[in-house]
């Protein structure tokens, strides 16, 4: 295939919007051959690579890499809190600090304590609130955009930041233990060094491109502006005394080191008068903990809620792998009546000899780890997130805790929906399975109030995270961690599947999506107008598999079309066989480092948005093989879609509310 072809079918595949008013309307026969080279030649170079990857000898020699078999110099602050916490509590006398995390001098059996973290060295959520200056300066803050309250973890970080500032100004009244920790903590200096979160954006964004991953960080770095301009909106004072970047520091701490504790046992009791006047006559702790839920809308209570968070020292010094063999939990308390401890244990396999041991932070999208934690393992043992809406703004974001969105938990309001009705609109500008375009009401009125209807029932569902996301399962879910996670799991590149059973859950979803924005007016028995107008306040109503063989058609190519538009817009900033050569070379020379970590994460979405359409492909040449010639007209899917003035009946009338949302 030439350059000049391969150009040509894959511009095919990307929505475009044109004022061209001519033939928009193409037979599958078209499509399938406009995509089918495109396709056999991706996944040609896409197979050759991988061969020629995995024919190499690609297990990571431990004799390039000096820390594989000695520890590296520790960290001397974090060997300090050691040092400190390990008089005054348990810890296993087989691990040592090495650089910013532990390693076992010898091997640790599986089951045995790590270390026991008695409560009164943590820092809770819950101390967040029954602080006095929180309560008074901090709880009323609310966020600009959508009005809802600060989450626990805003809460903890404001905590964090207000204990930080008063240790400097006032050590003696701290324990050695306690200055240990905060002293052992990232400095927001070493935050700047890694984590993307205080990077340029545009640094980022030529990074990235239009990722998942770079719309889930700029979710979290909003998320820290917006408490940020929360508190200080309700305190002056606190903005003076803090400062941003003193903000910013505490918030990267908890966001990357944050743990559960679940909700508050007894003795968690505090005698009412410690909490202020509006509480006096509440001496249980049940009590309080709802005084939470009304005063900052914060449910520690329930334990599905999750209860309370809290920094740990000790136990926060655990890197991540998802094939854990460090395990937490938080223990009840002890029948002689003692507090409740944290304990650290050895599971799942032994801890081997000079082997850094690992926690698992949960199941995190490989764009979930970057955004938060600043990291990849870089070996395929994470899902991958592909965020298909890249026509509108999702307000949802997704995050652990539902704990920043953009929409307010009460549900949308007429600004928020206009918003999103700019983009949304662009789903449906194709008119597929119909002849020609539809231009408005004035000629077509059936079929322009079907849209009509299509985009109040996309309204209803634009916030649904599995309408427009995927979570594709891990390349290499067995994947075991390195010796230490400073040096490579694997030189080679992980690859998918080629069976792509992991991709199927996910993309009926998303044909669910696209067989709203596919139907016709001859849909439901020609009903389509009516069905869709009896369910407009049905939060529940999906179509459904059971469609004719046309509609169903038209939605796989609707798939079809977002899996293309997706890799053609993440190739702007790189095709995937160069970006793929660039990665497997900095495998070798680049591990761990800022562009290393940003790549993979990029590539791992390249490849699944590859796998999604190479799947799409399949089923559609296997199902729909007979329509490749002289298909009826409700088999056809635009190539491009009609003119956009055929589409400002459905906002004409609507106030603008474009771009409130950024930073
Ligand atoms: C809870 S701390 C873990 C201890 C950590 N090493 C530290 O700096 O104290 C989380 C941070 O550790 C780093 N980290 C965790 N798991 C990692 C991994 N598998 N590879 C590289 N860095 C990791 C990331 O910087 C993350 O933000």
Not at 42 to 63: P, T
Not at 256 to 280: D, K, T
Not at 535 to 549: A, E, H, M, Q
Request: hydrophobic share 35%; proline share 5%; net charge neutral.
């Amino acid at each position: 295939m030439t350059a000049a072809k391969k150009k040509k079918a894959s511009s095919s595949k990307k929505e475009k919007s044109t004022n061209d008013g001519a033939s928009y309307s193409s037979s599958p026969t078209q499509l399938l051959l406009r995509i089918f080279p495109f396709w056999v030649a991706l996944i040609g170079i896409f197979m050759a690579l991988y061969w020629k990857e995995s024919n190499r000898h690609q297990s990571v020699s431990s004799l390039s890499f000096p820390e594989a078999t000695s520890l590296s110099e520790p960290n001397v602050r974090v060997a300090k809190l050691l040092f400190l916490a390990c008089r005054r509590t348990y810890c296993h006398p087989h691990l040592q600090v090495s650089k910013r995390s532990l390693r076992a001098t010898e091997r640790i059996p599986q089951g045995e304590k790590l270390f026991e973290i008695p409560r009164s060295m943590h820092l809770w959520d819950l101390d967040a609130y029954r602080d006095p200056y929180v309560r008074k300066h901090l709880f009323k803050a609310s966020h600009k955009i959508s009005g809802n309250r600060l989450s626990q973890e805003a809460f903890l970080a404001a905590y964090l930041a207000l204990e930080l500032h008063r240790a400097e100004e006032n050590p003696s009244s701290f324990d050695a233990i306690r200055l240990a920790y905060f002293d052992s903590l990232p400095t927001y200096e070493e935050f700047l060094a890694y984590h993307p979160a205080v990077q340029d954006k545009d640094l980022i964004n030529e990074l990235l491109g239009r990722s998942a991953a770079q719309g889930v960080l700029q979710g979290y770095r909003n998320m820290i502006n917006a408490e940020w301009e929360a508190f200080s909106a309700a305190s002056p004072h606190f903005e003076n005394m803090i400062g941003q970047e003193r903000y910013l520091r505490a918030r990267l701490i908890v966001l990357s080191r944050v743990l559960h504790v679940g909700p508050p046992g007894p003795e968690e009791v505090m005698a009412a008068s410690f909490i202020g006047q509006q509480l006096e006559n509440q001496d249980l702790l049940l009590d309080e903990l709802y005084s939470y839920q009304d005063l900052i809308g914060v449910n520690l209570t329930d334990a599905s809620g999750g209860g309370c968070i809290a920094l740990i020292p000790l136990a926060d010094l655990f890197n991540h792998h998802p094939n854990n063999n460090v395990d937490f939990q938080y223990k009840k308390i002890q029948p002689n009546g003692s507090g409740r401890s944290f304990v650290v244990s050895a599971v799942h396999r032994n801890i081997e000899k000079l082997s850094e041991p690992m926690a698992s932070y949960g199941t995190l999208s490989d764009a979930h780890l970057y955004g938060r934690y600043g990291f990849n393992n870089g070996d395929g043992s994470g899902p991958i997130q592909l965020n298909l809406a890249f026509h509108h703004d999702m307000m949802k974001l997704n995050m652990t805790n539902d704990q920043y969105n953009y929409l307010p938990n009460s549900g949308t309001t007429p600004k928020f929906r206009n918003y999103q009705k700019r983009g949304l609109i662009k789903y449906l500008m194709y008119d597929d399975g119909y002849d020609g375009c539809i231009p408005g009401p004035t000629t077509h009125p059936e079929e322009a109030e079907l849209k009509r209807l299509k985009l109040e029932h996309l309204l209803r569902i634009a916030n649904d995270y599995e309408r427009w996301n995927m979570l594709v399962a891990p390349r290499a879910p067995d994947s075991l961690p390195a010796v230490t996670s400073t040096i490579p799991i694997t030189f080679s590149i992980p690859q998918f599947e080629k069976d792509f059973s992991y991709l199927v859950p996910g993309v009926e979803r998303l044909l669910e999506t696209c067989r709203m924005i596919s139907l016709i007016n001859s849909d439901f028995n020609g009903k389509a107008v009516a069905v869709l107008k009896e369910n407009l306040d049905n939060s529940n109503f999906i179509i459904g598999p059971n469609v004719s063989d046309a509609l169903e058609f038209r939605s796989y190519m609707c798939v079809s079309r977002w899996f293309g538009t997706r890799t053609v817009t993440m190739e702007l900033r790189g095709k995937l066989n160069a970006e793929f050569q660039r990665l497997a070379t900095m495998n070798r020379n680049a591990f761990g480092t800022f562009n290393w970590t940003a790549l993979q994460v990029k590539l791992g979405e390249m490849q699944a948005s590859q796998a999604g359409s190479a799947l799409i492909f399949q089923r559609v040449s296997e199902r729909w093989e007979d329509k490749k010639v002289n298909a009826e007209v409700e088999y056809t899917a635009k190539d491009l879609a009609c003119p956009e003035e055929y589409a400002t009946f459905l906002y004409k009338d609507d106030e603008s509310s474009s771009g409130f949302l950024y930073y």
